[in-house]
């Protein structure tokens, strides 16, 4: 990658095997397929893969501009609706609850199916590092009761720990990902180390949430039997 220039970003060549973005930045990737059209002049020919590394938007950013941005949040939200009322409709459904079709009930589906902003382990991994891991480490470091000057072992030890926290939290990129709720517990534990009010982590702590919420369910239902 280039030298980070604030006002404006490199497009460099990409390869998915070395290309990274810089720290607490994500990579914007245009790649193309070869052109199967005979009647284009590109016939045959495969453009080179390109990126380019980005800042990540800030949460206080996104608020600041809310009302402008309100009008496509909204005209968003009803391809959301649309898409809610299209599966339930395939299920045989004969009735589309206004909770189905809310805000919140557009959130859940949107963190259910990932397609909120299509965050990446990429993208989450870097936030993390931005807003989580230093804190973290901090935490850890007292709990385990070490001191200023660290050993190798004792630092590698919290590496190793903060790396594994940044692994499942980074996973909450995937909308299928899910975890028994000892280990919910622990992550919102470490998300709560995040900025008050940041819009990851509170999105992240409402999807630990469920989970716990629905494995209780689903404790109590095999309970019945």
């Given at each position: 990658m280039s030298v980070i220039d604030t006002l404006?970003?490199?497009?460099v060549a990409y390869d998915p095997k070395a290309t990274k973005a810089f720290t607490g930045?994500?990579?914007?990737?245009?790649?193309?397929k070869t052109?199967?059209?005979?009647?284009s002049p590109l016939y045959g020919i495969k453009r080179d893969s390109k990126c380019v590394s980005l800042p990540?938007?800030?949460?206080?950013?996104?608020?600041?501009?809310?009302?402008?941005?309100?009008?496509?949040?909204?005209?968003?939200?009803?391809?959301?609706q649309d898409k809610i009322v299209r599966e339930r409709i395939d299920a045989g459904a004969s009735s589309i609850s206004m909770a189905e079709v809310s805000i919140a009930g557009c959130i859940e589906y949107l963190d259910t199916n990932n397609e909120s902003g299509r965050?990446?382990?990429?993208?989450?991994?870097?936030?993390?590092?931005?807003?989580?891991?230093?804190a973290l480490t901090?935490?850890?470091?007292?709990?385990?009761?070490?001191?200023e000057t660290p050993t190798d072992a004792e630092s590698n030890k919290i590496i190793a720990v903060v790396e594994a926290f940044k692994g499942?939290?980074?996973?909450?990129?995937?909308?299928?990902?899910?975890?028994?709720?000892?280990?919910?517990?622990?992550?919102i534990n470490a998300l709560e180390?995040?900025?008050?009010?940041?819009?990851?982590?509170?999105?992240?702590?409402?999807?630990?949430?469920?989970?716990?919420?629905?494995?209780?369910?689903?404790?109590?239902?095999?309970?019945l039997l």
């Open positions: 404006n970003h490199s497009v930045q994500r990579l914007s990737k245009v790649t193309y052109v199967t059209d005979k009647e990540l938007f800030k949460a206080e950013e996104v608020v600041s501009q809310s009302a402008a941005l309100a009008p496509y949040v909204i005209e968003y939200l009803q391809t959301v965050l990446t382990k990429e993208s989450v991994a870097s936030w993390f590092n931005e807003n989580i891991a230093d901090v935490t850890l470091a007292d709990k385990l009761g070490v001191s499942k939290i980074s996973s909450l990129a995937g909308g299928k990902t899910a975890y028994e709720p000892k280990i919910c517990k622990s992550l180390l995040a900025p008050a009010g940041d819009v990851l982590a509170t999105r992240f702590t409402a999807r630990l949430n469920k989970m716990i919420a629905d494995h209780k369910n689903d404790d109590e239902l095999l309970n």
